[in-house]
């Protein structure tokens, strides 16, 4: 039988819902004459607000993460997709997890400035700094503001190294520097598939690029001598885990060296909405999805345990895990990431101290 649409699916949007903010005493809520109250919602264009932070790099302390520096320049994400664990950080600037977190979008025009500062502390020792640890640094809006080209200019003028994960191909249009700076070993790429299958894409990632747009990437950068690693993340148990054999093989047929993997977690919001989202879109197997969920994560949607909150744990874990090696082992075998070098860091970025 033929999959009926939704109505009330919002299309070209992750997010079904804006769910409730901890941090909010108010919402707007639809008020009717009867006297019953529904959601406010509409699906708006997006905004743009602008933020002046004070510092740029971030420093993750958690033991599976521990001593990762990352750089934000945008917080929410045109992208939408469903499952974004970056999405309870938009409670903190007053908005909603779900519709809001991609309609949203906080920019920070200036991290290139903020950036510099880091690097010429006085005790600075060069460290690889990840863009982006929370949202994709090459959303749509960044076709416009170049705030990630200009953030990889003052990486390339300070030789100091640098990863990027992204799943969108703006990234080519900076292959002047990124390829400079992969000749210096300062670079490392990670391009994120979830997905070959365009109708499972388009639901759970509405405004991201094909999987052949990203497989297209892969090989551009690759054959700039670029090194790419494929991160197929998140799985999702019953709807991309059978991919994951033909996502690493599809990836290394275009000169990825590496592969890594997450298993779903959803976390505060995230439950909420991508619980909503997965009776919505794919009602036939909602509960069936939930549960093998709930079965990598100690039998809950929600998992903080370090150590197993990105892995999973039991019998549906495993599999996943087992597959993700026996794929590597076939398709990436004797292929390893070059190492960054952390000893052509030049202080000031080469500029003169001026004497007066």
Not at 33 to 46: C, F, M, Q
Request: hydrophobic fraction near 35%.
């Amino acid at each position: 039988m033929a999959h009926q649409e939704n109505p009330e699916f919002f299309k070209g949007r992750g997010a079904q819902v804006n769910t409730d903010n901890k941090f909010l005493k108010r919402k707007y809520v639809l008020d009717h004459i009867e006297g019953l109250d529904e959601p406010l919602l509409e699906n708006t264009a997006t905004q743009l607000f602008e933020e002046t932070p004070k510092k740029i790099v971030s420093e993750s302390n958690s033991p599976d993460l521990s001593h990762m520096y990352s750089i934000n320049p945008y917080q929410g994400c045109e992208h939408g997709c469903i499952y974004c664990y970056a999405r309870n950080s938009h409670e903190y600037y007053g908005f909603s997890a779900g519709l809001d977190f991609e309609r949203k979008i906080i920019v920070k025009r200036n991290a290139p400035e903020l950036l510099e500062q880091y690097f010429n502390k006085k005790n600075y020792k060069p460290v690889s700094i990840l863009l982006s640890g929370n949202t994709d640094c090459y959303q749509p809006i960044e076709r416009k503001l170049k705030i990630t080209r200009s953030l990889l200019q003052v990486f390339l003028r300070y030789k100091n190294p640098v990863s990027i994960i992204t799943k969108n191909n703006v990234i080519l249009r900076d292959l002047d520097i990124i390829s400079e700076l992969a000749r210096l070993n300062l670079i490392h790429v990670n391009v994120s598939i979830t997905s070959l299958n365009e109708q499972l894409r388009q639901k759970l990632e509405p405004r991201t690029v094909t999987a052949s747009g990203r497989l297209g990437v892969i090989q551009k950068l690759s054959e700039k001598g670029v090194p790419v690693r494929v991160m197929a993340a998140p799985i999702i148990p019953g709807l991309n885990s059978n991919e994951i054999p033909d996502i690493i093989k599809a990836s290394a047929d275009r000169g990825a060296l590496g592969a890594g993997f997450t298993i779903v977690r959803l976390n505060g919001s995230i439950g909420e909405i991508f619980t909503d989202w997965v009776h919505k879109a794919f009602p036939d197997r909602a509960e069936k999805v939930l549960n093998m969920i709930r079965s990598c994560h100690g039998g809950n949607l929600n998992d903080s345990d370090f150590g197993r909150r990105m892995s999973g744990e039991g019998q549906v874990a495993q599999s996943i895990h087992q597959l993700f090696r026996m794929a590597c082992n076939r398709f990436l075998a004797g292929r390893d990431m070059p190492s960054h070098d952390y000893t052509l860091f030049v202080p000031k970025g080469g500029k003169q101290t001026e004497l007066f």
